[in-house]
């Protein structure tokens, strides 16, 4: 089999202000890098909103269209953008993570790659925030559980800031299990041990300012590996995020382009022995153009020779 890769120049089209860090040179930069991998190259649809309403009430998408503006840029909150073209971005966005999904359960890959923007997983319930409108990860877990049918769906979050929308979205979902790791304190300032889901099915893994790729390996091998073992889920969602590296202008950890390559291949070992290898990997953060480049471009590489 082999490993898709799913975007949308739609994805191009949602803009921030001059010197925003979620820039359009981001996707630009990863899909540039990607470019000399062999990869399954698909097309991202647009969702549907019955896809987002999985995940968000009528009344959010509703303010997300009430907010778009005709020409120039409206803040919606904090640091959170919307442009003309913000919205096709982001049903794109959404529509790559679910055609992953069906792709990867219907046997067409080994895996799937969702290169996209602007990322998801700051947006909760109805709040868009940190650079989110739509929690792309949880809306692949929930796709997978409510029209796949699986039981039981994995999220691994590896961004360098706590997926609190994706920990929000699924709190009461006793089907999936969401793993976070993030430095702690960082914004958003959640992400505490003690946040364990409604049923006991969420696991934050806080990361001290400063530490390094080798303290990441002994929480995962301690915590991480053994708590996606022992919950066996039939599909592996992973929240791609590469602002731990040490390059990252926006937080204080000190990854190195081969953690992320280690952890990849760590959980791809995990879901081949789980669930016949079958993953779905989204695009977060990551800051440092350069950094951010080669450290996703080391994660896809890692899913591709998994997909061998």
Not at 32 to 55: N, Q
Not at 133 to 149: E, P, R, S, V
Not at 229 to 245: C, N, Y
Request: charged share 20%; glycine share 8%; with cysteine.
């Amino acid at each position: 089999m082999t490993t898709a890769l799913i975007t949308h120049a739609d994805c191009l089209s949602h803009v921030a202000p001059e010197g925003h860090p979620e820039s359009v040179a981001r996707l630009e930069h990863v899909l540039h890098a990607l470019e000399p991998l062999d990869l399954m190259r698909v097309t991202a649809p647009m969702a549907a909103d019955d896809d987002i309403l999985r995940i968000h009430p009528a009344s959010y998408l509703a303010n997300l269209r009430a907010a778009l503006p005709s020409q120039g840029l409206a803040n919606i909150d904090g640091d959170t953008f919307l442009s003309p073209g913000s919205l096709d971005a982001a049903f794109r966005a959404a529509g790559a993570v679910v055609r992953g999904v069906d792709m990867v359960l219907a046997g067409e890959v080994q895996n799937a790659f969702a290169a996209i923007r602007p990322p998801g997983h700051h947006a909760e319930t109805d709040t868009s925030m940190g650079f989110c409108l739509f929690g792309n990860a949880a809306l692949a877990a929930k796709h997978a559980l409510d029209h796949h049918g699986l039981k039981r769906v994995a999220v691994v979050d590896f961004d360098v800031h706590h997926g609190n929308g994706t920990q929000d979205l699924l709190w009461d979902e006793r089907r999936a299990l969401v793993i976070t790791s993030q430095q702690m304190p960082l914004w958003p300032g959640s992400g505490r041990a003690d946040e364990d889901g409604a049923y006991g099915n969420v696991l934050n893994i806080p990361l001290p300012p400063d530490s390094d790729g080798s303290e990441m390996r002994a929480l995962y091998q301690a915590q991480v590996f053994p708590r996606l073992r022992d919950f066996k889920p039939e599909l592996l969602v992973i929240s791609a995020g590469f602002d731990a590296h040490r390059d990252d202008p926006l937080a204080n950890l000190n990854w190195s382009t081969q953690d992320f390559a280690w952890l990849t291949a760590e959980l791809c070992e995990i879901a081949q022995d789980l669930c016949d290898g079958r993953i779905v990997s989204t695009l977060e953060g990551g800051y440092d153009l350069n950094a951010l480049s080669t450290a996703c471009a080391a994660h896809v590489t890692e899913m591709i020779k998994a997909s061998a």
